[in-house]
């Protein structure tokens, strides 16, 4: 399993099933907080079944952490995608992509993306947690062009 500084929340295995509190650490160096449903899924399969937890996030970090794509595109994205689907997590995944380095004017141009695919939804979606991650992050505003 591939983890580094840029990873996306890579975590090893030790094969009996991942440690819930190393899992949610992965996360937090990922996107700085763990997302309440995230935290509930970690902790409803550490109890349940371990096993099936590790397989997932064992997954989910190999796919993110990419070792030919840097991690601020993937987040890139994983955002746009997120974002055509109108869901809550791509408020998660913008913070992502901050925390790897992209700008503002990188996060509006995976939103107009987005919009080729969903219209107004997805723009409207990211108007939305676009200003309230900007706020979050105190990131730069956008530079027009």
Do not use: W
């Amino acid at each position: 399993m591939r983890s580094s500084p840029r990873s996306n929340g890579g975590c090893g295995s030790e094969g009996r099933g991942m440690d819930p509190d190393q899992i949610k650490e992965g996360y937090r160096e990922m996107i700085g907080r763990v997302p309440p449903k995230v935290a509930a899924r970690i902790d409803l399969f550490a109890d349940l079944d371990a096993q099936a937890l590790s397989r997932m996030e064992e997954l989910r970090a190999d796919f993110l952490d990419s070792s030919t794509i840097p991690a601020k595109y993937v987040q890139l994205m994983v955002f746009a995608i997120l974002l055509t689907q109108t869901s809550p997590a791509a408020k998660f995944h913008a913070l992502a992509a901050i925390r790897a380095g992209a700008t503002p004017n990188e996060l509006l141009d995976a939103t107009k993306v987005a919009f080729l695919f969903r219209g107004l939804a997805a723009m409207n979606h990211a108007g939305e947690i676009l200003t309230e991650v900007f706020a979050e992050s105190e990131a730069a505003a956008p530079v027009a062009d």
